[in-house]
């Protein structure tokens, strides 16, 4: 069973700042997932990286697979990235599960 | 493109009564997965489905907890009979993945936000 571990676990910074949330997970993964999820709302998908780095926005997403681990940076931060950020990782197995493990989420707000 | 719909968005029950949710994917989408989210916690899987047929169902609670997905399209998930720890937030997921495919996003419904008296 793979433990997905995020921190910080709970993060205020002010508007502006380039903010990193850091999620490392035990065992080898087929894929990991950032996911974005508003208070009272559903949960959006904001990256899905298997190797590298992704860019979305004023989103990045970077993956060190050797390390087992995973960073979501935000620059320019906005009080409208408030919210809390989870990262997930998934396992294709032989017959087709795949799964997710969350971690318990980062809660970020943006003070203006 | 429409979004995963799931109803009802609330639900009070009292323990030991029965529930049900429902899940409408975006069409086309063959996987649909059920989690439950506890307050504090990241989401656990329930069930997935590949098409109509179950491909993991080894965190669901078979005692209480089933699922269908006769058609692979929309799916309802049954808790019968409730209990007070079961009170959770039920999101349904889909994706047009089928196994190793990399690029595809999970998409997520609002929810079914359960209280269990």
């Known amino acids: 069973k793979n433990e997905v571990e995020q921190s910080p676990q709970n993060l205020t910074a002010q508007e502006g700042e380039f903010i990193t949330i850091n999620c490392s997970y035990s065992?080898?993964?087929?894929?990991l997932h950032w996911l974005q999820q508003h208070p009272g709302g559903g949960i959006v998908s904001l990256f899905m990286l298997s190797s590298g780095k992704k860019k979305h926005g004023r989103l990045i997403a970077t993956i060190n697979i050797q390390e087992k681990h995973s960073s979501l940076h935000i620059t320019a931060s906005h009080p409208r990235d408030s919210a809390v950020y989870i990262c997930a990782v998934s396992h294709f197995s032989g017959g087709g599960a795949d799964g997710l493990t969350f971690g318990k989420g980062t809660h970020l707000i943006i003070q203006p | 493109e429409a979004g995963v719909a799931q109803s009802p968005r609330y639900k009070i029950i009292e323990k030991r009564q029965s529930v049900a949710f429902w899940c409408n994917p975006i069409?086309?989408?063959?996987?649909l997965y059920w989690y439950q989210q506890i307050l504090g916690q990241g989401p656990k899987l329930l069930i997935q489905f590949q098409n109509n047929g179950v491909v993991d169902d080894s965190q669901l609670p078979k005692d209480r907890f089933s699922a269908e997905r006769l058609k692979g399209v929309d799916s309802t998930l049954k808790i019968q009979p409730a209990k007070l720890e079961d009170s959770a937030v039920y999101l349904c997921a889909s994706s047009s993945r089928a196994f190793r495919e990399f690029d595809e996003k999970l998409f997520f419904g609002s929810g079914t936000q359960l209280s269990v008296l």
């Open positions: 069409s086309g989408h063959a996987t």
């Open positions: 065992v080898g993964i087929s894929a």
